[in-house]
């Protein structure tokens, strides 16, 4: 059976980090992204055409690897991305929404209702706890 890779919590409500790159490239499979779209993704996300044309020379044929290095590259913060918002999630909904990917933009943002209200749940969990706890020691 397949697993599920989990979220940092952080993950929908800041920027992104070369260190989840995994974690995007996991959700964009996920909501169905057709990975041969990789160069135009580039260019909404902020990369130069010169970016992506070298990216598409190093690895010719392979649209796997080329959505790898594109989303490296983007992670990184490379040519004009802090233009278009900088690695977040909310560029990345909205570059996906630009190409006119609804489907997948609005599973993108379903999974991060999901992980925020998972994300206050334990929260509330974790408070829970300790006014428990608290209560439980000074008995």
Same mark, same amino acid.
């Given at each position: ?50 970016t992506l044309e070298a990216i598409g020379k190093n690895h010719p044929g392979d649209v796997s690897r080329c959505l790898t290095?594109?989303? %490296? &590259?983007?992670? =990184?913060?490379?040519?004009? *991305? ?29 999974? %991060? &209702?999901?992980? =925020?209200?998972?994300?206050? *749940? ?18």
């Open positions: 059976m397949a697993t599920r890779n989990t979220f940092p919590s952080s993950f929908f409500s800041s920027p992104l980090t070369i260190e989840q790159l995994i974690y995007v490239l996991d959700l964009l499979k996920r909501c169905g992204f057709p990975q041969t779209r990789w160069h135009e993704l580039g260019l909404r996300l902020g990369l130069h055409k010169n290095e594109t989303l %490296s &590259k983007w992670l =990184s913060r490379a040519d004009n *991305v802090d233009s278009k918002g900088g690695a977040t999630f909310d560029s990345l909904s909205d570059a996906l929404k630009s190409m006119n990917e609804n489907a997948a933009a609005d599973k993108l943002d379903q999974e %991060s &209702k999901l992980i =925020s209200l998972i994300v206050l *749940v334990l929260t509330v969990c974790v408070c829970v706890l300790n006014v428990t706890l608290v209560m439980l020691i000074s008995e």
